[in-house]
């Protein structure tokens, strides 16, 4: 064994053993080496006294490995009705060492709870507020009147900013952006509350001890989206490359009926004081916040991008393109390609046309990818086109035939319509009538409920989740258009995680050329869910394998692609990594039964760390699903969770258990 080598090993076992509780590896899960001056891919330093003109062997990471976790049973009620973590890792190094780590679970806060402000008090976590920044309250309750908080964090972002000063900071300054979708019932439990609240989104924080990379939370801080009219029903999001958090706001009201509608009157009076005052136009972008210096934030919303369902979208290689969720009946692939690097102010929104082959058999060839000009905008222009137009400007909808030519059948957003665009109101059906505009202009609008996005860098593919395969994505259904290249012969509810080649050189459908070369070229299934008879605990879908994925989070460095469900299939929803070279799947956690795996994010290196995020959303949120574990969770949920008022904003952690060294 080279004595250099074997001294730098030496050197990194003592720095471990000052680390017993570790974030999940770093760089190249630099967590082991940081200290070593080891990065991204550089090998573990030697012991200083190298003969001149040697140079020792690099000992560099390998791969990283996960072992997975059983499924909870009702043997381990406790386990079900909370998060679940039995998972671990491993870090393997070229020399054939390894580093076991055992996972575990750490949340910031339960949604609820008062966490500090920063300036010396507290706020509450996942709180509502209205236009003028003052608390909503829930007077469901007589003599129980309080804030409404959300039981349902989503989206979120880790990241730095240089230079970033916060009181209370002792070492490293890292901030995590969270969003909150929605709040399930009001106190009374009666009084159902989804999409009736404008989503609050708030900047955490964090401490990060660089001894061993633990966050805790410092401040909290509730961003002011009055100067972007709040927000809507706030999903999934994502990091952007230069460093900002990605949003989105899904299922777009419609506007040809929101006015008579008791959900957007409720949103509009929770907001404005006022049920008539918010205009559905306004609501269906991409918001993009910003993290100042002090753990304030400034928000923008992004009107350019199309006004679809947006889920999570995913910035691609060369700062521009983006390739987004679009989570809804009759869905399609839709990509933006900005006009300038790292700004999504203007640009150009492309829908798919899917040529033959689509298929869930991963087996399969891909079936080819088109694109569809629909138009180019900037933001600002479609903004002031929302304040000052109205939907039947653009276009007349019906929602029986009208019996008259001059009116297109479409299906879209899960109905069928009959469509007629006025004249020169183009860009305005593009930019805030996207779905339909899209059908109208003969898009492949048959996915169901698309939803989280990511890019593997390395391999220029994207991944696409599809929430369940059922309805519009069905040969025979009322809502699958013939010939629109979407069509499966029978649903798989479990769902699927597609995969996208990314090209260049690529034309739209009138022959013009493309300016990315990071476009969609094709897509085809990767992993499949399996629908089952009901098994023994509840389950619809086989537990074993992913049921309705959700959340996406690729990681370059593990090479591993993180998939969280919002499933109706498994009494337990999951995060799951699965490694694409080795294609193994591995279940690392499991959320409390009846809730939703979300927050998920992947973050390669923060000040030499790795972290994976995750969330969850309504625990107990009980369906037929979970009549054999309803009586026994519960209590337990309850307990555990504000009476399931309550929600977890976290991340997993993961404990050295064993350091194996290579053979002399």
């Known amino acids: 064994m080279n004595p250099n080598t074997d001294l730098s090993r030496r050197r990194l076992l003592r720095l471990l053993g000052a680390t017993p509780m570790l974030p999940i590896g770093a760089g190249t899960v630099a967590a082991m080496l940081a200290g070593c001056g080891g990065g991204d891919d550089s090998p573990v330093s030697t012991a200083p006294g190298t003969p001149v003109g040697t140079t020792p062997p690099a000992v560099t990471l390998s791969s990283v490995s996960f072992g997975a976790m059983n499924a909870p049973t009702l043997a381990d009620a406790a386990a079900m009705a909370t998060t679940s973590v039995g998972s671990t890792m491993t870090v393997n190094f070229s020399d054939s060492s390894k580093l076991d780590f055992k996972l575990s679970y750490k949340p910031f806060f339960i949604t609820g709870d008062m966490v500090p402000n920063g300036s010396g008090g507290t706020i509450l976590a996942g709180g509502y507020y209205d236009i003028n920044n003052k608390p909503i309250m829930d007077t469901t309750v007589a003599g129980k009147e309080r804030q409404f908080f959300s039981d349902s964090p989503d989206g979120t972002s880790l990241l730095t900013v240089p230079n970033a000063k916060v009181a209370g900071v002792k070492g490293n300054t890292v901030f995590a952006v969270v969003q909150f979708e929605y709040t399930t019932w009001a106190q009374d439990g009666k009084t159902d509350m989804y999409g009736k609240l404008p989503s609050p989104i708030a900047v955490l924080t964090l401490d990060q001890d660089p001894a061993n990379g633990k966050l805790s939370l410092v401040k909290y ?36 009926t929101a006015a008579g509608e008791a959900q957007f009157k409720a949103f509009s009076k929770n907001l404005y004081g006022d049920e008539t005052r918010a205009n559905p136009y306004n609501y269906g972008h991409l918001p993009e916040i910003t993290v100042n210096l002090d753990g304030t934030a400034s928000i923008k919303k992004h009107y350019c991008m199309g006004r679809i369902s947006h889920e999570l979208v995913q910035v691609l290689g060369d700062n521009r393109t983006v390739i987004m969720g679009d989570d809804a009946t009759n869905s399609g692939y839709f990509v933006f390609v900005a006009d300038k690097e790292k700004d999504l102010s203007s640009g150009t929104l492309y829908v798919a046309k899917v040529g033959a082959g689509f298929s869930l058999d991963p087996a399969a060839a891909a079936a080819p990818l088109t694109w569809i000009k629909l138009g180019s905008a900037t933001s600002d222009e479609i903004r002031s086109l929302a304040a000052s137009i109205k939907a ?21 957003n899960g109905r069928t319509e009959w469509l007629k665009l006025k004249p020169g109101m183009e860009k305005a059906a593009a930019f805030l009538e996207t779905h339909r505009y899209a059908s109208l202009v003969g898009a492949s609008m048959g996915l169901t409920k698309m939803e989280g996005t990511t890019v593997n860098l390395k391999d220029k593919i994207a991944y696409s989740a599809l929430q369940n395969c059922q309805s519009s994505m069905v040969a025979g259904n009322a809502l699958n258009v013939p010939g629109n290249g979407i069509s499966i012969p029978k649903a798989v509810n479990a769902g699927a995680v597609m995969m996208l080649s990314l090209k260049g050189g690529q034309k739209d459908t009138a022959g013009n050329a493309i300016n990315s070369e990071w476009m969609p070229a094709d897509t085809k299934a990767l992993l499949v869910g399996e629908d089952i008879a009901a098994d023994a605990l509840g389950n619809t879908a086989n537990p074993n394998k992913v049921g309705n994925p959700d959340n996406l989070k690729f990681s370059e460095k593990m090479r591993t692609l993180f998939i969280g469900e919002d499933s109706s299939q498994h009494v337990n929803n999951f995060l799951w990594a699965y490694n694409v070279d080795t294609k193994q799947l591995s279940r690392l956690l499991s959320v409390p039964a009846g809730g939703e795996s979300t927050g998920l994010h992947a973050v390669d290196d923060i000040n030499g760390w790795t972290y994976i995020m995750s969330n969850f959303q309504h625990a107990g949120d009980w369906g037929g699903i979970h009549a054999n574990v309803k009586t026994t969770l519960d209590p337990l949920i309850k307990a555990n969770y504000k009476d399931k008022f309550g929600a977890a904003v976290g991340y997993l952690t993961g404990e050295l258990t064993q350091f194996k060294l290579a053979k002399a």
């Open 221 to 256: 801080h509730n961003v002011d989206t009055s100067s972007v009219n709040g927000l809507w029903i706030t999903c999934g999001a994502s990091l952007s490359p230069w460093g900002t958090h990605l949003s989105s706001e899904e299922y777009e009201p419609n506007a040809f």
């Open 392 to 412: 039947t400007d653009i276009m007349d909808v019906k929602t029986s035939d009208p019996q008259d030519a001059s009116y297109t059948k479409v299906a879209a």
